[in-house]
């Protein structure tokens, strides 16, 4: 009897062990199926607002945006010729301060950059090695004197001798001073026109430094009663 309950019991175990088996099956099952369904809807509404999407007409390009570009984008002759001044300043400017320390002499290859140098190399007899004191205390005067005046305008003598001499080598100088004119006509002589050049057609952080080799530029030309740019 006890023999025959175990073979019922275990007949049911087994049963119930394969109706469970069947049913988690059949529960995965239909989680794929519910799983490709919910994927089916989500696919049809994307291609449905895909579908909108390109009904839609193109965006229309801002004219306010394309007037502002083209603002923002200077001639490219206008900004070259305006490089060309800035080296034409720097070179002027340069020539007049040593103009100022070295008014009879021959400055090729005299710079500001260099003119402690100079000075020693004038003041010194090649020959002798004799130093002409006199002379050496009066040019280191005068060089002092015009730095003193500039600095009043901004100029920096540990600065902007070396930007002088990179703006030149950089952007070079005008070939034909009295030639060259402004959209209005205005002759970039003229300290008002270049400075508006410079606004507008210079960019970085070398636009204010090059502003104050113009104003030390314009207030040594106007000290000299002549025009800013000399031949």
Known sequence: MNDILHIVKTDDVETLT????????????LREMMGLMQENVELRLTLKDYKKSQDLPPPRKSKEGSKDKACKSPDAEKVK??????????????????????????????????????????????????????LRSE??????RVMDELRKLGYDDKVHPYLIEYLVNTYGIM?????????????????????????????????????????????????????????
Request: with cysteine.
């Open 18 to 29: 394969a109706e469970s088996q069947r049913l988690l099956a059949e529960n995965a099952k």
């Open 139 to 144: 040019l280191m005067q005068r060089y002092h």
């Open 175 to 231: 070939k034909e001073r009295t030639t060259i004119h402004t959209e209005d006509m205005s002759p970039v002589d003229d300290p008002q026109v270049l400075r508006k050049m410079i606004t507008e057609y210079m960019f970085g952080d070398k636009v204010q430094d090059i502003l104050i080799l113009l104003n030390c530029l314009a207030y040594l030309a106007k000290k000299k009663g002549s025009y800013i740019f000399i031949c």
């Open 81 to 134: 010729q305006c490089k060309k001044c800035v080296g034409e300043i720097a070179y002027q400017l340069d020539r007049r301060i040593m103009c100022a320390i070295f008014p009879d002499q021959r400055l090729y290859g005299y710079w500001v950059a260099n003119v402690k140098e100079k000075i020693i190399q004038v003041t010194t007899c090649s020959q002798t090695g004799k130093v002409n004191e006199q």
